[in-house]
């Protein structure tokens, strides 16, 4: 029988002010580097919304799940896309999903930046050598956020896991906050 992917649900405390902070995010009293995702969901079709810290390396923007193979990982694998939005501005992206080997890189960088918030789900502290994602890279998913413009070129394969040598650039794209996805 294959091992259940690794996931580490967030108790009632933490959804309740996931919630609060998902609201404050949104009408902006809240910035920094927090987000809100959403994202469909796969089974109901209702709009999940949840806060997130993106990183950007190099001009790319990633997102990086520190629980593990979440429910928003699960449904940004099945919708293909997601929304950022930030003091009512939102922004859709598709998403692609590294391949373990490409990921060491991307969560060192994101724990060495969001330490204070997401530590607790890291086996190494942060400052660790990028080595040492190595093994725990398939633990944590990680999703390049590409504006869906550059992805429609590509078709069906917006859903794909990129190989380790292709190369897409990030640029940021606006949408008015109450339009129709």
């Not at 994202?39 to 001009?59: A, C």
């Not at 992805?151 to 859903?159: F, N």
Request: hydrophobic share 40%; with cysteine; aromatic share 12%.
């Amino acid at each position: 029988m294959p091992e259940k992917p690794f996931f580490l649900k967030a108790n009632p405390v933490e959804r309740f002010f996931g919630r609060v902070l998902v609201f404050l995010v949104w009408i902006g009293l809240i910035r920094g580097h927090f987000y809100v995702l959403e994202v469909q969901g796969r089974k109901s079709g209702r709009k999940i919304s949840l806060p997130v810290d993106p990183i950007e390396i190099e001009g790319r923007r990633y997102l990086v799940c520190a629980r593990g193979n979440s429910n928003w990982v699960r449904n940004a694998r099945a919708a293909g896309e997601v929304v950022l939005a930030r003091a009512m501005h939102r922004r859709r992206y598709s998403v692609h999903e590294l391949p373990p080997d490409m990921r060491p890189p991307v969560l060192k960088a994101y724990l060495d930046r969001f330490a204070g918030e997401v530590q607790r789900f890291f086996p190494v502290p942060k400052g660790s050598a990028v080595e040492s994602f190595f093994d725990l890279a398939p633990r944590y998913p990680v999703f390049e956020l590409r504006p869906p413009d550059e992805a429609q070129t590509e078709g069906p394969a917006s859903r794909q896991v990129w190989a380790a040598n292709e190369d897409f650039p990030l640029g940021p794209r606006y949408a008015h906050p109450f339009a129709v996805p």
